[in-house]
Nanobody
Framework: QLQASGGGLVQPGGSLRLSCAAPGSIFSISVMGWYRQAPGKQRDLVASITSGGSTNLADSVKGRFTISRDNTKNTVYLQMNSLKPEDTAVYYC?????????WGQGTLVTVSS
């Protein structure tokens, strides 16, 4: 139900913006988040944003990544700047509430020269 897009190959120092669209009935009441999973590692939270717009970012991306949501488009964004090779991972969109957790299909971000 979650459609993530925007991944790709980018050079170190570059930028990408990920998007994730969700059904309106889910989006409006969910905490939306982005997670990432590098090869051989666990899936970790990158950033999240509540329905009211409060954000939380992992220490490793603070100052470089921004999460935002457009409630008119039922879409959450992850703006990624100053990308580093260690940001390489599959990025997953997530919608959660007290009653459910939904995951998107993942989009690959590769940071390499």
């Amino acid at each position: 139900q979650l459609q993530a897009s925007g991944g790709g190959l980018v050079q170190p120092g570059g930028s990408l913006r990920l998007s994730c669209a969700a059904p309106g009935s889910i989006f409006s009441i969910s905490v939306m988040g982005w997670y990432r999973q590098a090869p051989g590692k666990q899936r970790d939270l990158v950033a999240s944003i509540t329905s009211g717009g409060s954000t939380n970012l992992a220490d490793s991306v603070k100052g470089r990544f921004t999460i935002s949501r457009d409630n008119t488009k039922n879409t959450v964004y992850l703006q990624m700047n100053s990308l580093k090779p260690e940001d390489t991972a599959v990025y997953y969109c997530n919608a959660r509430s007290a009653m459910y957790v939904f995951w998107g299909q993942g989009t690959l971000v590769t940071v390499s020269s």
